[in-house]
């Protein structure tokens, strides 16, 4: 064997010894963790709460996946002719938006103008999403026309307001939660939340 060949087979071996050690290092940052299903049916029974009573913002699970917690949402924004000046930042949860339903014109900045520390017993601060502000605005908005299918991503930090819908957007929402300021919210809960909901209507 030249030793062309023994220096490439041998470099082989090591290459391969160690990519299995580092492989081998590696562990599931959500050890033996289950996958968790939401129907389409649970999602459209949030969604007809919504209708009947005026919610915008229904949290459907907050799951912990390991390094991270991430919930999911349905949310629901009837017509809105003009903005009311009300933009929402949340420091450490990012939202993720997929349009199901509707459309509208939605603005996004990250310097807020006014801002208004929301207090730590608000709902949507203990409940949906955090720690966050109000602001009467954002300087520099971007603009965004949001439309049947598609994604829309919000980084925690970032401002954020529907100026105008037409008729409604509903909207399925996952939070990426990594400081895991959300508490857990399973199906079970969810069971629960619907039955009270639905037995009050």
Do not use: W
């Not at 050690?21 to 969604?47: F, H, N």
């Not at 949340?90 to 103008?113: C, K, R, W």
């Not at 598609?150 to 401002?159: C, K």
Request: charged share 25%; hydrophobic share 45%.
């Amino acid at each position: 064997m030249s030793r062309l060949i023994q220096v490439a087979v041998f470099a082989s071996v090591i290459a391969f010894t160690l990519g299995r050690l580092t492989a081998q290092e590696i562990e599931p940052s959500c050890l033996l963790c289950a996958a968790d299903l939401v129907p389409a049916a649970e999602l459209e029974r949030y969604e007809d709460i919504a209708i009947a009573t005026g919610a915008i913002d229904q949290q459907v699970r907050s799951i912990d996946i390991g390094r991270s917690n991430v919930q999911v949402a349905l949310a629901r924004r009837n017509a809105l002719p003009e903005r009311r000046g009300r933009v929402a930042e949340h420091d450490l949860v990012t939202e993720v938006y997929v349009v199901l339903s509707g459309g509208g014109t939605i603005l996004t900045g990250a310097e807020l103008i006014d801002a208004q520390r929301r207090p730590a017993d608000n709902p949507a601060v203990m409940r949906l999403n955090g720690p966050g502000q109000n602001a009467a605005d954002v300087a520099d908005p971007a603009i965004h026309e949001l439309a049947v299918g598609d994604v829309f991503v919000i980084p925690a930090g970032t401002g954020h307001e529907f100026t105008h819908i037409d008729d409604h957007i509903t909207y399925l929402m996952v939070r990426v939660d990594p400081d895991k300021v959300v508490p857990l919210m399973n199906a079970e809960d969810s069971a629960r939340y619907l039955e009270d909901r639905e037995s009050a209507l």
